[in-house]
């Protein structure tokens, strides 16, 4: 799937770069262009990608500190600037376009649903958010913001992939130590996605194709991204029982955000080198992902590739809260909600004088 990456804010920046780095690195070239936006100067300096510096009248390159009306308000303004460099990267042939952020921070959250609204507005392919949830241990301010930011990105992108901060953490790694190794598994997982929809010349009808990764993900709201892999045996006859468990394995265990089964529509795809890949086994995984998920619209197939390994991903589309999801949400509120009683409304002390507010 040709796909044009835009990264808003630190995250979203980084991520931006890492799914780059690793489609070229491979020679997928499913990445047509990619660009970074952020209002703060700093955060843009260690990028190797073009990039856009908004909000400089209002920040003067300083960053929007975790402010993420703020973000959204520059992003705002300086839509036409972004649109303007994304002239060029998104191109004719680009069937998504992703907007990569951070939920918890000032920029990426803000800033990131404004751009899908606007790129929606100007661009016919579908936009997905690729948005990150802060992990359960951040701070507060980080909770608040990203529920207000899912929130919206969920009503304006075409799907929101999440992935968790503490979903592809190995356990040990702080978040912060961990966001280097955290973006290369993401880039890692985002970039077979992506690739397993380019149409690969001369291999037999089971192999995936873009338009079903987008009509996966046509269900909309909220998607996640599962991922496993293990060694395969040679004789492709011998890995059904490689591919079913494999695919367990990532569904029930290696989910971009943990303990999600219910879904509205799923793709399973199952990559890896085309005489150890097995039909029987894609089929198979692909029945046990429709029973778990219970939908009836779960899509298989394969995507060959060198290499001794098996690989399964497994994306999910329209998935129900769960308990994970609904903790986050908690969280977010009661951090919402805390912010709200520290600071008091200066207009209470007004409250007798029978005065009336301008709006
Ligand atoms: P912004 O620059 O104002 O958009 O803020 P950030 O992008 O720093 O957003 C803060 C949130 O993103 C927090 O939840 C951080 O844990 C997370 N975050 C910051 N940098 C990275 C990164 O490189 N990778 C990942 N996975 N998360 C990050």
Redesign the pocket.
């Known amino acids: 799937m040709k796909a044009a990456v835009v990264g ?8 931006a770069q ?1 799914l780059t780095e690793y489609d070229s690195r491979t020679g997928f070239d499913a990445v047509e262009g990619a660009l970074a936006v ?3 100067r700093q ?1 843009l300096e260690g990028l190797d990608l073009p990039t856009v510096l908004v909000g400089q009248e209002r920040v003067a390159g300083n ?4 402010d ?1 009306e703020l ?1 959204a308000s520059v992003m705002q303004a300086d839509a036409p600037m972004v649109l303007d460099e994304l002239d060029g990267i998104v191109r004719s042939s680009t069937e998504a376009i992703f907007v990569a ?11 990131a649903p404004v751009l899908a609204r606007q790129l929606s507005r100007v661009y016919d392919a579908p936009v997905y958010v690729l948005g ?4 359960k241990d ?1 701070g507060a301010l ?1 909770q608040a ?2 529920g207000r930011s899912l929130k919206t990105v969920s009503r304006e992108a075409d799907a929101v992939l999440l ?1 968790d ?1 503490d979903a592809w953490r190995e356990a040990g790694e702080s ?2 130590d ?3 190794a ?2 290369e598994r ?1 880039a890692k997982r985002v970039g077979l996605l992506l690739a397993s929809g380019e149409a690969v010349q001369g291999v037999g009808e089971s192999v995936v194709d873009s338009s079903e990764v987008i009509n996966t993900l046509r269900k909309g709201g909220l998607a996640v991204l599962g991922f496993a892999d293990a060694p395969a045996a040679a004789d492709a006859g011998e890995n059904v029982n490689v591919i079913t468990s494999t695919a367990r394995k990532a569904l029930l265990t290696g989910t971009s955000v943990p303990n999600v089964v219910d879904a509205d529509a799923a793709l399973v795809v199952v990559a890896g080198d085309t005489d150890r890949l097995s039909r029987k086994g894609v089929e198979r995984a692909r029945q046990w992902v429709q029973e778990q998920t219970g939908s009836m619209e779960v899509r298989g197939g394969d995507f060959p590739l060198d290499g001794e390994k098996l690989a399964v991903l497994v994306l999910l589309a329209g998935v129900t809260r769960n308990d994970h999801i609904q903790s986050f949400v908690d969280r977010a509120r009661d951090a919402a909600e805390a912010d709200a009683e520290d600071a008091p409304d200066p207009a209470a002390a007004f409250e007798n004088d029978e005065l009336d507010g301008l709006f």
Request: net charge negative; hydrophobic share 35%; no cysteine.
């Open positions: 808003v804010g630190q995250a979203g920046g980084k991520l890492a952020n209002t703060a955060d960053g929007v500190g975790g993420n973000g952020a951070g939920l918890g921070g000032g920029t990426g959250s803000g800033g990150v949830l802060p992990g951040e980080y913001n990203a992935v901060n978040v912060g961990a966001y280097a955290i973006n993401v």
